[in-house]
């Protein structure tokens, strides 16, 4: 194959003449608008302040959720404590047992000399009596109230962490969130 205007030569044209034709023009240099370069980004170092930014703010917040958990188990021993066999819940009440069975055999003693019967056997029976139709009845009361306080505190620190839930960070949301940052 020749050139351009031997082609058209064959047609019986002439070169000039097919480029007059076709509105020819000779090339020339051609210049291109000098385009800038947009600067680099670092996103390697804009990656690593966001992650180090991330891991110190859920390093706060996991210390401080520690500390309330911490807390909170601080409180329900103390309630358990309270309740727990030999604790001090009811320690009162038993003392009023103690005063109500003093003041009882001291009445029915008295009764008892007022009728000429002090020194027979009944004297011997008034405090058995006075435990057997109020003390230990009203005791028994108190131990079935702090058995139900017991297990109702021991019951709620068992929910209190059971339902505790460790949040870890999201490491697929943070690698999405770096790629798309990056571009990548």
Partial sequence: MGTWGEEFGKWGVSAS???RRSNYVEP???SYPQ????PRVNYSGILNKLTSQ???QYAEARAANEQRYGEAKNIYEQIIGLFS????????????????????????????VSSGL?????TAG???????????????????????KYAGAMGAKAGMIERREDEYPDYSMIMNLMRQVSGG
């Fill in 126 to 148: 008034l405090a058995k009596k006075f435990e057997e139709e109020v003390g230990m009845p009203a005791r028994l009361q108190m131990e079935d109230v702090r058995i139900s």
């Fill in 17 to 19: 003449e097919a480029r």
């Fill in 85 to 112: 066999p030999g604790g001090e819940f009811g320690k009162g009440f038993e003392a009023q047992i103690g005063r109500a069975k003093t003041k009882s055999v001291a009445q029915g003693t008295q009764a008892l």
């Fill in 118 to 122: 002090y020194g027979t056997t009944q």
């Fill in 35 to 38: 385009v800038r370069q947009a």
């Fill in 54 to 56: 991330f891991s110190g």
């Fill in 28 to 30: 020339t240099e051609v």
